[in-house]
């Protein structure tokens, strides 16, 4: 009996001593340990991060809505092309169907993907759908609504600053060059 005893209390510490598992946090090489903080949400549950990007799929997906395109020169800052845009600026990664699938009739690949048809036939693919209903992606840009409620979209890249706006916004002047 005595040795059962043993052996049960000695298996019970083994499994515990096994299960103890290091609870590090990450670390830089300086020795800084990773941050956190609680977001407070606004009345309607949502951070002001969530707002701003459901606001933006709101006025992107508004229809009939106009924006106003603007090309400046990152050189010179000259607005080189104003247009506006009627509904929204797209980015050319952006596609109606995932670009990589997988066969279906393949069963190691039947549950690790997400259902699409293609010219009627069942598929997978890793991609998500998007929110805008979207495959792809856009060319980074950042964005944001000023005090009086106009949307700004700013891309920087390529020797040009690419800028969209819900409203015009006042330039000094508009050049266009279609020299070479």
């Known amino acids: ?9 000695s298996m019970v510490f083994a499994l515990t001593a096994c299960d103890q598992r290091v609870k590090s946090e990450p670390t830089s090489a300086s020795g800084v340990t990773q941050a956190s903080v609680k977001i407070k949400t606004q009345s309607n549950g949502l951070t002001v991060e969530q707002s701003n990007v459901k606001a933006r799929l ?28 009627k509904g929204k600026v797209t980015s050319s990664g ?3 169907h995932p670009k990589s699938v997988l066969v279906a009739s393949n069963k190691n690949y039947a549950n690790s993907g ?12 890793s991609e ?16 944001w609504f000023d005090v009086r409620g106009v949307y700004h979209q700013h891309y920087v890249g390529g020797g040009q600053i690419i800028h ?5 916004i006042a330039v000094g002047k508009i050049i266009i060059n279609l020299e070479k």
Do not use: C, W
């Open 128 to 143: 998500v759908l998007q929110d805008d209903g979207t495959y792809g992606s856009s060319i980074p840009y950042i964005y």
């Open 114 to 125: 997400m259902k699409v048809y293609v010219n009627g036939e069942k598929h997978y693919t």
């Open 58 to 85: 709101l006025l992107d997906n508004k229809i009939g809505s106009i924006k106003h395109l603007y090309i400046i020169s990152a050189m010179s800052g000259d607005v080189i092309l104003y247009s506006t845009v």
């Open 164 to 168: 969209v706006s819900s409203e015009p």
């Open 94 to 96: 952006k596609r109606l």
């Open 1 to 9: 009996m005595k040795k059962m005893l043993f052996l049960t209390i």
